[in-house]
């Protein structure tokens, strides 16, 4: 796959003395949706405002599409379009005007065509003579997303962009998310809801610190940093574990009905077996099993405390 | 040069005026049309003439350019620092615009709206007194050059300031003395000889003369002087608004 945006050895160091981003480095594919995952103040947003070109970096370089963002800004930013985590709109303006703004901004010439099917994918169609300060917080989102589709970006940054949105136009704009993706719209995410991330990406990156802990597929990440547990639903509850099970390092669960064995899923699976042969052979009867493998959530928890 | 972005922030930026019609037009020409009233008919009619030309008509050129200066940064100042309140500016500075083109739309359309309303004043001023214009085209060119330039200056102001209060306070306590004290209604000729030295070093004094000069060939210095006075003010201006692009100031961290 081809990079649509490289990030060398960025730094970025506030006024303030605050160092928001140390010496990060990404690559950030075609087609893709990345989601950045990371706490409060880890440097999500400086990241984005630096490709974006409203914050200057203190050092490194940053590519889009192979242009440079300082020397070949325009080439580069007329294939971004950016939804920043704020609601950040003109109160006494239409949706319709605010989004033919956007556009002109980005220097494309009018198309109200593509508009209306902005606006019809985002369901604001209806609303497009309305004032924006008549408009809902979750319709001002959409209103957001809008302005930045409006003159057809190739890539689009979503900084929190269902910050505050009900579950169900949650939903919705997932949907959207997935057919920008379809249409070749490369995505960078950021997000504090996780299951947004395992839901949607591709890649996620966790950055903390303003340090990025790690970049990796979502699937391979789940698996490799991911702890399964096997439960079994014991027929008669036990006691105590005997002894002939304490290699194992089980515990018991639920008034002794549930058996907890936790492994790793990199760890050779003969563990497993031999696991069930002793169970057999203590004598120990049980009824079903299941196993249980971490969240995201887990995942994420885990790295950003180390 | 992204001429789509120019018309973009030039037409969002006219938008406002008319949304906002009474303020931004009606309740500068009533204003004026009360200076004309009072100044011009009430306290006029007692005062001799100046330069041969009636005290009525002396003001006509000192009004407008007050509106203009006035609306000129109020506008211009409004129009950059509402985006930097509302967050909005984001969108401007993520966007393949230059900081030329920037200016030219937000300055351009504070220019325009500060011209229209000195035009309307100008008409205005036909209904109370008798008057002429000698140099239309040098009028119109001291029009547009002292918009453009104050406009520059409203957006300067409009970057600087991190609250309200800043963003009333040079208009208020700077501009508003230096342009009554700048012969918008009197001569600098009619002062003590100390005071009109000290008059020289307030910059409206080239406006108002060079613009009064358009109308009736009189003025305080001469009209080659107030040219390039007001030429270097627009150059302070374009010098200043680069140091800003270039070092991001205000608008970048």
């Not at chain 1, 990241?47 to 970096?57: E, K, M, R």
């Not at chain 1, 924006?132 to 957001?144: A, D, F, Q």
Request: proline share 3%; net charge negative.
């Amino acid at each position: 796959m081809n990079s649509v945006i490289s990030i060398a050895n960025l730094s970025k160091t506030y006024e303030s003395g605050f160092q928001a981003l140390k010496n990060v480095s990404l690559d950030i594919e075609n087609g893709e949706i990345i989601a950045l995952l990371g706490p409060n103040g880890a440097g999500k947003t400086t990241l984005i405002s630096i490709v974006c070109g409203i914050v200057n970096a203190s050092a490194g370089k940053v590519s889009v599409n192979g242009y440079d963002i300082v020397k070949d800004y325009r080439q580069a930013r007329a294939s971004i379009g950016l939804v920043p985590q704020e609601l950040h709109t003109e109160t006494f303006e239409t949706v319709w005007n605010t989004l033919a703004f956007s556009r002109g901004l980005f220097g494309k010439g009018p198309d109200p065509e593509h508009l209306e099917k902005v606006l019809r994918s985002l369901s604001l169609w209806d609303k497009k003579d309305n004032k924006i300060m008549t408009l809902s917080g979750g319709m001002k989102r959409r209103v957001m997303i809008g302005k930045a589709l409006a003159h057809e970006p190739e890539i689009l940054f979503l900084d929190e962009p269902t910050a505050g949105v009900d579950v169900e136009l949650r939903k919705d704009m997932w949907q959207v998310v997935r057919e920008l993706r379809e249409s070749g719209v490369t995505i960078i995410l950021t997000t504090h809801y996780i299951e947004e991330a395992e839901e949607m990406a591709d890649r996620i990156g966790i950055i903390n610190k303003g340090e990025i802990i790690l970049v990796e597929d979502k699937r391979a990440l789940m698996q490799k940093l991911g702890e399964k547990r096997l439960i079994l639903h014991l027929s008669q509850p036990l006691e105590a574990i005997p002894e002939a099970l304490e290699p194992f390092n089980l515990s018991l669960k639920d008034g002794g009905l549930n058996l907890v064995y936790t492994y790793d899923v990199q760890q050779d699976s003969s563990d497993i077996t031999s696991l069930l042969d002793a169970i057999e052979n203590a004598g120990i009867k049980f009824r079903d099993l299941e196993t249980m493998q971490n969240s995201l959530e887990s995942i994420f928890v885990n790295l950003v405390k180390k | 040069m992204n001429f789509h972005a120019i018309k973009a922030i030039y037409k969002f930026e006219m938008a406002r005026t008319w949304r906002t019609i009474a303020q931004s037009i009606v309740s500068p020409v009533v204003s004026t049309s009360l200076y004309f009233v009072v100044f011009g008919s009430a306290i006029g009619s007692r005062m001799s003439d100046i330069g041969g030309v009636s005290y009525g008509a002396f003001l006509v050129p000192g009004l407008i350019m007050m509106s203009l200066l006035t609306q000129s940064i109020s506008n211009a100042s409004f129009g950059i620092y509402f985006p930097r309140f509302t967050g909005t500016i984001y969108e401007v500075l993520s966007a393949p615009v230059s900081p030329t083109e920037i200016v030219l739309g937000y300055v351009g359309a504070a220019a325009t709206k500060a011209i229209m309303v000195g035009s309307i004043i100008l008409v205005t001023a036909t209904l109370f007194v008798d008057m002429h214009i000698m140099h239309p085209l040098s009028m119109l060119l001291f029009l547009v050059m002292t918009a453009m330039t104050f406009s520059m200056f409203g957006f300067i102001i409009g970057i600087w300031a991190d609250n309200f209060e800043k963003l009333n306070i040079i208009p208020l306590l700077i501009v508003m003395p230096l342009t009554f004290l700048g012969g918008s209604f009197y001569s600098i000729s009619m002062l003590p000889e100390f005071w009109q030295k000290v008059s020289l070093f307030n910059p409206v004094v080239y406006l108002v003369s060079g613009f009064r000069w358009s109308f009736y060939e009189i003025s305080d210095v001469k009209v080659s002087i107030s040219f390039l006075m007001t030429l270097f003010f627009l150059s302070v201006c374009i010098v200043v608004l680069h140091w800003i692009f270039k070092t991001g100031y205000r608008l970048k961290n």
